[in-house]
């Protein structure tokens, strides 16, 4: 059921106060009055803190600055007058022995009459003695066709040229923005660079960016990893270029479902976090990262309110990716005996969200210890797939040496002996296999002079990867991965050591 068709039964079935949560005022106000003016003949009467009520001239100013003056209104209204009362901020005034009271006092009457009060407001703080009395109704930022309506007749407006491909991409990024924010924002580009085009992508994640920022559980990444940047992986690669444009309208019109999400589990170094990265940039998407720390509250009921409210903050902002950096350190299962059931109440939370979401909001979380997490995570239905990141064989080895000297050496890459570099290096992971090359590098810069393979080949002899120094925990990953419990991320054809 829309939001018309709910407000409108609602209005029928004279429900006395109905509570409408948004941040867009005047948005509400527009498709309330639309939808009253098509389906309800009833009068509107709109009031706030500073002007009282104003769109009516016999009460105009009626009630500034006294909230209880403005509900003696409704009484002082014939009963022979349908009406609406729309009262803006007005939850803040709920608290108040005498608002609560008079609301009571009225409701008696307005289930007898055809009058409703709606109070817009941006926060649910209903105190507990009125949530019997008022009845909920979230108005959400538009949907997709709302935004490519407005984007549509923006463009029109202007007389300027874009191509649908373009639109839809603008379209997918605007949501997430109210559309008195998408019009400044356009105004914004409009100003700076004369006309609408993909470049204004770039300053509409800024500005999706600024939303963000208003939390410290949530942060914004600005990613410049691509899916290049990743060595190996190629079962991985190939299972995100499929669903690069997923989240599209035309994936949508196909029938296919928006990809849910991807655990990555592997041994530390080998690109877990690089992937969640290179996939934002890919797809073309904002990466919001989620800070496990700052989740967990020290009040008890506190780290699910916090959950919740990333959970709704994410969704706002979708099509987004959601990262969650070392999962296994969030829902321990040793801890989840030992913090009074916080753990599991949190845990329950975000699965059930993770089954249940119907949001585009992709979630990318990385693990390195299975053993610490709970089974409900890794079971079937959770993720779109689990991928197994294992340390990268010869051929991977290579690749990955190649991928980091063309970023150090563009010029000269070709010239160093990769066969060799990548024999050397069995068992190091790709972050250690880039700390080799920095390594040779100084040997080198010490010495005054341009660094060689030899460099490199003398720093791999020294330092001591981290599979060496847990060798126990290596093999269990390596040996659970081989079970066939989870995917392998590289691909059959280069596993040889």
Known sequence: ??????????????????????????????????????????????????DGYTNNPNNEGFAKRNPLQALELVERLTSETPAVFLLKDFNRFLTDISISRKLKNISRLLKLQP????????????????????????FYLPVENEIEQELSRLINSLNIQIDPETLENLTRVCQGLSLERIRRVLSKIIATYKTIDKNSISVLLSEKKQIIGQTEI??????????QKIGGVDNLKDWLRKRKTSFGIQASNYGL??????????????????????????????????????????IVGESESRLRQTIELAETLSPCILWIDEIDKAFTINDSKSDGGTSNRVLATFISWLSEKTKPVFVVATANNVDLLPLEIIRKGRFDEIF???????????????????????????????????????????????????????HAFYEEREFTTEDICRALKELIPLAQLENNQTLKLQNWAVSGRIRSASSKDIYIT
């Open 257 to 298: 479902p928006t990809p849910r999400g991807l655990l990555l589990i592997g041994i530390q170094g080998t690109g877990k976090s690089l992937t969640a990265k290179a996939v934002a940039t890919e797809w073309q998407l904002p990466l919001l990262k989620l800070d496990v720390g700052k989740l967990f509250g020290g």
């Open 388 to 442: 197994f990141l294992d340390l990268p064989k010869r051929h991977e080895r290579e690749e990955i040496f190649k991928i980091h000297m063309q970023e150090f050496r563009p010029e000269t890459w070709m010239l160093f002996d990769y066969e060799q570099l990548a024999k050397l290096s069995e068992s190091f992971s790709g972050a250690e296999i880039r700390q080799s090359i920095i390594e040779g590098m100084y």
């Open 218 to 227: 949530l942060e914004y990444w600005s990613s410049n990893e691509n899916i």
């Open 115 to 138: 009058k409703t009060i709606i109070i817009i407001g941006s926060e649910l703080n209903i105190p507990r003695e009125l949530q019997d009395l008022i009845t909920i109704i979230n």
């Open 1 to 50: 059921m829309n939001f018309n068709d709910e407000l409108t039964l609602l209005l029928k079935a004279r429900y006395p106060v109905i509570y409408i949560n948004t941040i867009e005022e005047d948005r509400v106000e527009y498709i309330i009055r639309k939808s009253i003016k098509t389906n309800l003949n009833r009068s509107i009467y709109s009031w706030d803190f500073v």
